[in-house]
């Protein structure tokens, strides 16, 4: 076992964990934090994506000792308060979602597109970028939107 430090969210977290335990399991089973999904075992659906020093990862990808001394943001943190995001709210407004099990993800993958993009977030680069997301329910059209309002509210 070994101890990991972190900050998940702004706020300081530690966790015993096993060596081979992967950074989604330190966040879903010691932290708590469920909105965080696993949603398959090959690394492709993208449901566990969270942000590691601001920069979006898939969590099941790596190990949680890995994370020690990292900042890690989950969609937890994304909101303030009880309002929503505007990346959160576009989902809302654009009906971006229907089960709702790969959204986290989505969002998480969504803030990352704006980070790197920022206004040059058009549906061609939103829907390359999608290609590590996998939506059961949607059809992706609805998301692809919702990202594209996303970024305009959050860049102006
Ligand atoms: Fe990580 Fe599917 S659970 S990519
Ligand atoms: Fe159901 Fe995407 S909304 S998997």
Do not use: W
């Not at 696993?38 to 942000?51: I, K, L, N, R, Y």
């Amino acid at each position: 076992m070994t101890k990991v430090e972190l900050k998940v969210n702004g706020t300081p977290a530690s966790a015993e964990v096993e060596d081979q335990a992967l950074l989604v399991e330190l966040l879903r089973e010691h932290l708590k934090l469920t909105g965080t999904h696993v949603g398959c075992d090959t690394s492709q659906c993208g449901a566990c994506v969270v942000h590691v020093d601001g920069v979006a990862v898939k969590s099941c990808t790596m190990f949680a000792v890995q994370a020690d001394g990292a900042e890690v943001l989950t969609i937890e943190g994304v909101a303030t308060g009880d309002r929503l995001h505007p990346m959160q709210e576009a989902f809302r407004e654009h009906h971006g979602l229907q089960c709702g099990f790969c959204t986290p993800g989505m969002v998480m993958a969504a803030l990352d597109m704006v980070r790197r993009h920022g206004r040059d977030l058009d549906e061609a680069t939103i829907r390359h970028d999608l290609e590590g997301n996998i939506c059961r329910c949607t059809g992706y059209q609805n998301i692809v939107k919702a990202i594209k309002a996303g970024a305009t509210a959050m860049t102006g």
